[in-house]
């Protein structure tokens, strides 16, 4: 069997079926294929709704919301693809992107995991599916909006990595969960996602740990897909702000601090506590 697609659903059952339905139209040419919707206890209906419209579809029922670590962990257990797609529910596959990824990373057999090229509904590029690790300097720099001020500069873009062709097959340090392809010898090697993390930040530290084996990590866009971005956390609930910032703070503590003496760890651990609150402020205040 050539791929297994993973989709985690937390009340988004619209957007899922509309997944579901764009991967299946999207499969053509693949050598066999199975795809695992796991669900993180819903209440909006998701689980009877898809179950209807999609009867192969491979179910992993959770009694509580265990994140996106746990949950796309417990369907890699049971999967038997060559190669194993993490997909968020709120993308559209393009046609032919199946294939064409899976046609890409068999010719690349260094190749540890891809992505491609992921579109927002404005037309613009997800920049989260073309990243350098965040490490302080490259945080630093972003923040201070230097990337941009300063394109072309490798020393400022390290964050994104946008001196380099969008347009163009790279290497990149590391992709977004919405749509990373991962060779499964990488997997048994490197181990699975950490769960640690919630969500937020699993990805970069997979990218991470299959970068540190010696694996590539390549960016391909001659294949998309289309991405509507935050639509199971679009009211930023507490959670997902104390998320995101945790998973900053625990993807330093884990690959960055011994790098570091103890003062700029604790400038680093004080500014996220910073970026936290200012985020939490500015939160309650939208509508």
């Not at 201070?144 to 873009?157: C, E, Q, S, V, W």
């Not at 994104?160 to 990149?172: A, F, G, Q, R, S």
């Not at 699993?202 to 590539?216: M, P, Q, S, T």
Request: hydrophobic share 40%; charged share 20%.
């Amino acid at each position: 069997m050539d791929l297994s697609i993973i989709i985690v659903n937390y009340n988004t059952k619209k957007l899922t079926m509309e997944c579901i339905e764009s991967v299946y139209n999207a499969t053509t040419g693949i050598n066999g294929f199975e795809i695992f919707l796991v669900d993180n206890a819903s209440t909006d209906g998701s689980v009877e709704a898809i179950k209807k419209a999609f009867p192969n579809v491979c179910f992993i029922e959770n009694d509580k919301n265990v994140g996106f670590s746990k949950a796309n962990n417990q369907a890699i257990k049971v999967s038997k693809g060559r190669y194993i797609l993490l997909l968020n529910s709120d993308t559209i596959v393009v046609e032919n992107t199946l294939f064409d990824m899976i046609r890409f990373m068999d010719s690349f057999p260094d190749t540890g995991a891809s992505g491609c090229k992921v579109i927002l509904p404005t037309g613009n590029l997800d920049m989260a599916c073309h990243r350098g690790f965040p490490t302080p300097s490259a945080s630093f720099y972003y923040f201070l909006g230097l990337d941009k001020r300063y394109p072309n500069n490798p020393k400022y873009t390290g964050y994104h990595l946008n001196h380099l062709d969008m347009n163009e097959v790279h290497e990149v340090d590391c992709l977004v969960g919405a749509f990373i392809m991962v060779r499964r010898k990488v997997i048994n090697e490197v181990g699975l996602l950490d769960e640690t993390y919630f969500m937020y930040g699993e990805d970069i530290d997979w990218c991470y740990r299959i970068k540190e084996a010696g694996w590539k990590i390549y960016y391909n866009p001659h294949v998309k897909i289309t991405h509507y971005k935050g639509a199971s956390s679009r009211k930023k609930p507490f959670k997902i702000i104390f998320e995101f910032h945790r998973a900053m703070f625990i993807f330093h503590q884990s690959h960055f601090s011994k790098k570091y003496n103890l003062i700029v760890n604790y400038i680093i651990y004080t500014c996220i506590f910073i970026k936290f609150l200012s985020s939490v402020f500015l939160n309650y205040f939208k509508k």
